[in-house]
């Protein structure tokens, strides 16, 4: 089944989405909800921003830019597809259903609803949401899986393994 990467984006931007609505629908924007103490809050926040609340209110910037990375993804994903590497396919679709979901909430709302909070001793780490744990997971993935065909490849060079 070399479409999973598609199963995998669309199980990310299906709870993406779902999560956002809940918590839009039951908090207001600066809410705060303690799940664990201090260290893991729910906390409703708007982001019209990128990444850590970058370059605020550049919608139609973020918009085309994310476009443009969702048709990139597209194109690497089928051009993957036969590559037999679940790890770079897998990363390919948590990225590809964040990137969608975070697109959504800029296109139709202008902004993106965070709402994970965490705090590590004094630093608050910056909201986030579903879909930029996808992203986040997919990038490590796709480190990881470089990493691993670098050491495969220096293996094979050498004559070991």
């Not at 779902?18 to 207001?28: A, D, H, L, P, R």
């Not at 921003?49 to 973020?62: D, E, K, T, Y």
């Not at 048709?71 to 590497?85: C, M």
């Not at 709302?109 to 909070?117: I, K, N, S, T």
Request: proline share 1%; charged share 15%; hydrophobic share 50%.
């Amino acid at each position: 089944m070399k479409s999973y990467s598609y199963w995998i984006a669309l199980v990310v931007l299906v709870l993406d989405q779902i999560t956002k609505k809940i918590v839009s629908g039951s908090m207001e924007v600066g809410d705060q909800l303690s799940v664990i103490g201090e260290f893991f809050k729910i906390h409703l926040y708007k982001n019209n921003g990128a990444a850590f609340s970058m370059l605020p209110n550049q919608r139609l910037f973020f918009i085309v830019i994310t476009t443009a990375v969702v048709t990139g993804l597209l194109w690497y994903i089928q051009r993957s597809r036969s590559s037999g590497k679940a790890l770079l396919l897998s990363a390919l679709g948590l990225i590809l259903g964040g990137a969608i979901g975070n697109l959504l909430d800029r296109a139709l709302y202008g902004e993106v609803v965070d709402f994970f909070q965490l705090t590590f001793g004094s630093y608050i780490f910056p909201i986030f949401n579903v879909a930029d744990i996808g992203i986040t997971i997919g990038v490590a993935l796709i480190l990881l899986d470089t990493m691993r065909d670098t050491k495969n490849q220096g293996a094979e060079a050498t004559g070991i393994g």
